[in-house]
Structures are given as structure tokens and as C-alpha cells.
């Protein structure tokens, strides 16, 4: 869809997504059924889009959600990368409750616990893991406002456990919200559609008002020039659609 169009609402988008995912209306899908396809919806509409991809297969191995999941719906670990996805599905104009943040902060605790009991799929995806090199991004998906309380919480320091060295080093974490998913899902989308007679014009990463020659490294080669720059994923979306 094109943003010049339409400005992109996550929660239209996902509802629309769902309904195809499970062939149901989205008004009878349990709370269960709708988490479980807000994981499908992240990874397939925005982590996919500039991202290393994540398949269907390797997709449906990494879904853990269900009975003792303990509080984590997907596991993927990717060239020593491991993602850790949690997601709650709220309704309109809900305020995310600050336990359920501070619950995710300590995903990494329960994990790494033998003693605590975790479903067979759970329990596949974490003996892939490397504790001592891998990298982790976690990140809390919820239509939720996370906001006063809940949003102070998501600033505080997670809990590591202590058996790990040097983890907090090695993390990343994300809470996003209703606004942050629809922020997400529009940089996502291409600038405009493909139209081959017309020019593209790219403009390479860097400060605001300063996205010039001063961003891009031009290098001789013989006699050819080649020039270096870095630019938004969405940006190359008309170039190769």
C-alpha cells in the first residue's frame, strides 16, 4: 500500500493479517489465537521486511507459546543472533499493566532456570543457543499504551541471571507499543511505487539537513568511480519491486 495514499494503522493491518493467518473473523479468535498471530504479523510485516529473514519453517519451529512457555512466544536464533519475542494483543484505547513489562524483564532468569518447567518446543529453541557469544534482541509487541508506570518500568535494568557473564552486554531490548508498531510498519513500506521511466532519487543516511555529498565516500578505481552510503531499507523498496 502506498503511504502517499494511506497512512498505515498497525491495528488495521494486523486485524486484516490475522483474519488471513487463521481464517476466522478476528471478533472470534481467542486472546491466545490473537498473540500467537501478532508474532506472525512482526516477523512477516516488519522484521522480515529489512531484516535477515526468518522462513515459514524456521518460523513455525520458533513459535513456543502455550503451555509452559514461561512468558516468551517465539525463540530464533540466527548466526549467533538470537530474537526473543513476547506479544500481547490488547483492544482499543487499553493501558499495558506494568507487570506484564516487568515479567519480560526477567525472561532471561526463567530460561536459564533447569528447575522450571518448559514446554518441549521452548526447550528445543534454547538448547540452540550459545550462552557465552550469542547476542540477543528482545522485544515486547503489545497494542497496549505503554505509558506512566509501565513505561518507567520498560526503562529500569532487566534481571540477568548471574550464572551468565557479561549478558546485559550482549542485549538489546524493545517494548513496543500501539504508536511504536505503527511507526515501525510505515518505515517499512516503500517511499513510492515503481515507475521505470521516472527517475529514483536516494538519499543516503545521516543528520538532518546534512543527508549530502558529505554522507557518501567516493572511491577511484581505474578508470571507474564508485561511491559508498548507506541508505534506508525502505528507500531501495521501488527500486526492486
Known sequence: MNSSKKKLKARDEFVHFAEELLKEKFGKLNAVQQSHALTHFYIKEIHNRDRSQISDEDLEL?????????????????????????????????????????????????????????????????????????????????????????????????????????????????????????EELRSKEPLGENDSSKPITLFPVGLKGKRGASSVIGIEAGDFRSFIMALEARQLGPVFS
Open 62 to 182: 520458533a513459535i513456543v507459546d502455550g503451555s509452559s512457555d514461561l512468558g516468551c512466544d517465539l525463540i530464533h536464533r540466527d548466526d549467533k543472533h538470537v530474537l526473543i519475542v513476547q506479544a500481547k494483543y490488547r483492544g482499543h484505547g487499553a493501558k499495558e499493566p506494568s507487570d506484564s513489562i516487568s515479567h519480560f524483564q526477567a525472561i532471561l532468569k526463567r530460561i536459564t532456570d533447569s528447575s522450571l518447567k518448559a514446554n518441549s518446543r521452548l526447550l528445543d529453541q534454547i538448547s540452540t543457543i550459545d550462552w557465552k557469544n550469542d547476542s540477543f534482541e528482545l522485544v515486547y509487541l503489545t497494542f497496549g499504551s505503554i505509558d506512566n508506570q509501565a513505561r518507567r518500568i520498560a526503562q529500569l535494568p532487566p534481571h540477568y541471571p548471574e550464572s551468565v557473564p557479561d549478558l546485559d552486554q550482549r542485549c538489546v531490548w524493545s517494548y513496543l507499543d500501539e504508536t511504536n508498531l505503527n
